[in-house]
């Protein structure tokens, strides 16, 4: 499996974004997906989370009301839209798909096992 992500940039505060990640195979479909990042000099930490069907998603506190995560299983594509940007959105994402079939989103990164290359963000103040 791999997971080719696209869309990251530079974008100036308040601005807006959107990443892709397209996964290679047949069964994209049949797992959870998710989106993490990290920033120079800190972990990496968990963003957004999509269940295999795309009912159910979830979102850091910090970007809960400006980030949307959907996904389009036709596509084998997951998305990660981001609105109102700020400057602490600065970082390295990263999309990856859970362990497990017929899965939900998780908050924790042990428990995905395919990771896309990463797509640098950077938001100017």
């Known amino acids: 499996v791999q997971l080719q992500a696209s869309g990251g940039g530079l974008v100036q505060a308040g601005g807006s974004l959107r990443h892709s990640c397209a996964a290679s195979g047949r069964t994209f479909s049949m797992y959870g997906m998710g989106w993490f990042r990290q920033a120079p000099g800190k972990e990496r930490e968990f963003v957004s989370t999509i269940n295999w069907r795309g009912g159910t998603t979830y979102y850091a506190d910090s970007v809960k009301g400006r980030f949307t995560i959907s996904r389009d299983n036709a596509k084998n594509t997951v998305y990660l839209q981001m609105n109102s940007l700020k400057p602490e959105d600065t970082a390295v994402y990263y999309c990856?798909?859970?362990?497990?079939?017929?899965?939900?989103?998780?908050?924790?990164?042990?428990?995905?096992?395919?990771w896309g290359q990463g797509t640098l963000v950077t938001v100017s103040s």
């Open positions: 990856a798909r859970r362990r497990s079939t017929y899965s939900g989103g998780s908050y924790h990164s042990y428990e995905y096992d395919y």
